[in-house]
């Protein structure tokens, strides 16, 4: 979504409880023009199937190494997602081709 960057994750937002992903909670302030299209809803949905939702952040902090077991799990949830599901998001997200 925000290609290679150094620093926290733009989308990277404080909640009442802790942090969140601003595409699920927020996907208005990232797209806006898509959200208005069609509807927040819709792309907060897009976006907890793109990031994996349930399987864990896959964006590390700065100097974080990567955990093995995490990374695993994060692969293994992704690689059940069916294709079109996936294709289907990116296309709302306005990030994969039609």
Known sequence: MFGTWAGPCPAHERTADGFGCGLVLNPQRYR?????ARGRT???QAAVLLIGSGAGCDA???GERPDPAETARFKT???AMGPREIRRAKIAWGVGGR
């Open 32 to 36: 806006p023009a898509r959200a208005m």
């Open 42 to 44: 819709a792309l907060s």
């Open 60 to 62: 590390l902090g700065e």
């Open 77 to 79: 949830v992704m690689a």
